[in-house]
Nanobody, 128 residues
Framework: QLQLVESGGGLVQPGGSLRLSCAAS????????IGWFRQAPGKEREGVSC????????NYANSVKGRFTISRDHAKNTVYLQMNSLKPEDTAVYYC?????????????????????WGQGTQVTVSS
């Protein structure tokens, strides 16, 4: 069982920024595509962004395009989600997930069912 640990969530005012981290424990992320997802209260979990295992491909949900940036640092075995210009509607629990595949993250936001391994989530609250 892969262990993914998210961190970096918190309370931020509208217009602010946060950087989420997704770290792997006990294995290398080099062979995995990584997706970020979020789930707001009463809503379904939705895909936010993904990065291919090489880092050469990234994709975003339309709602975050231009505001969020996903990146990966192979040396640190960590994937990041930089979130700028945050809005109240970005409030949710954010999860990272992994899938061992070279053929992911080609079109649009990641799909929940395609990622079998998940972290425990980190809360992001955007409020004044």
């Amino acid at each position: 069982q892969l262990q993914l640990v998210e961190s970096g969530g918190g309370l931020v005012q509208p217009g602010g920024s946060l950087r989420l981290s997704c770290a792997a424990s006990g294995f290398t992320l080099d062979y995995y595509a990584i997706g970020w997802f979020r789930q707001a209260p009463g809503k379904e979990r939705e895909g936010v962004s993904c990065v291919s295992r090489s880092g050469g491909r990234t994709n975003y949900a339309n709602s975050v395009k231009g505001r969020f940036t996903i990146s990966r640092d192979h040396a640190k075995n960590t994937v990041y989600l930089q979130m700028n210009s945050l809005k109240p509607e970005d409030t949710a629990v954010y999860y990272c997930a992994a899938v061992r595949s070279a053929f992911m993250c080609y079109n649009g936001a990641p799909i929940t069912s395609q990622y079998p391994d998940w972290g425990q989530g980190t809360q992001v609250t955007v409020s004044s």
